[in-house]
């Protein structure tokens, strides 16, 4: 897919849902831009390694802060 393909999905507003979450069944990516360019990257929820990845991040995260709690930190 070109650029110009993923930016026409990209500032489609309707792949934006509740206006943070991209939701683009035709974008390849996984990781795009946030909306306002320049915060950083988001998921393209409508792929399938999405949503267990983000269910990774957050397990990993709560791992770590269990960890450190454990060692009275």
């Given at each position: 897919?070109?650029?110009?393909?993923?930016?026409?999905?990209?500032f489609d507003s309707n792949n934006w849902k509740l206006g943070f979450i991209y939701f683009?069944?035709?974008?390849?990516?996984?990781?795009?831009?946030?909306?306002?360019?320049?915060?950083?990257?988001?998921?393209?929820?409508?792929?399938?390694?999405?949503?267990?990845?983000?269910?990774?991040?957050?397990?990993?995260?709560?791992?770590?802060?269990?960890?450190?709690?454990?060692?009275?930190?």
């Amino acid at each position: 897919m070109s650029t110009s393909a993923f930016d026409r999905h990209y500032f489609d507003s309707n792949n934006w849902k509740l206006g943070f979450i991209y939701f683009c069944r035709a974008d390849q990516r996984i990781f795009v831009p946030k909306r306002i360019r320049g915060l950083g990257w988001t998921l393209n929820f409508a792929r399938p390694l999405a949503v267990p990845f983000l269910a990774f991040i957050l397990a990993v995260v709560y791992g770590v802060l269990e960890l450190s709690r454990s060692f009275g930190a």
